[in-house]
């Protein structure tokens, strides 16, 4: 069993910056791929950020790259999200999401990880 919990979201005007945190306890962290997504009121779940087990691979959606950049502290048990320049789009809740993937790349879909978090509401102001 993999719980994940995440932390950092918050209010802020755009064009500000949050750092979110997702801290993992169970079983061994550095074998997990982590992902983070968002889903704002009325929209679908949509894919953010993504890292593989060993921080060497990224991939990240479209409308948050150059902006959003993620990595993750093995020996923290910890996966952040540095969001920079945030937009009133941005506004949603984020959730992070743990897949066992013993291979340096990521799956930028929902549906391939096995364990996500509660999730922390982040708010962007015009």
């Known amino acids: 069993q993999v719980f994940l919990v995440e932390s950092g979201g918050g209010l802020v005007q755009a064009g500000g910056s949050l750092r979110l945190s997702c801290a993992r306890s169970?079983?061994?962290?550095?074998?997990?791929?982590m992902g983070w997504f968002r889903q704002a009121p009325g929209k679908e779940r949509e894919f953010v950020a993504a890292?593989?087990?060993?921080?060497?691979?990224?991939y990240y959606a479209n409308s948050v790259k150059g902006r959003f950049t993620i990595s993750r502290n093995n020996a923290k048990n910890t996966v952040y999200l540095q969001m920079n320049s945030l937009k009133p789009e941005d506004t949603a809740v984020y959730c992070c999401?743990?897949?066992?993937?013993?291979?340096?790349?990521?799956?930028?879909?929902?549906?391939?990880?096995?364990?996500w978090g509660q999730g922390t509401q982040v708010t962007v102001s015009s």
């Open positions: 169970g079983r061994t962290f550095s074998s997990y791929a």
């Open positions: 999401a743990a897949k066992e993937f013993y291979v340096d790349t990521v799956v930028p879909a929902a549906g391939w990880y096995d364990n």
């Open positions: 890292i593989s087990w060993s921080g060497g691979y990224t």
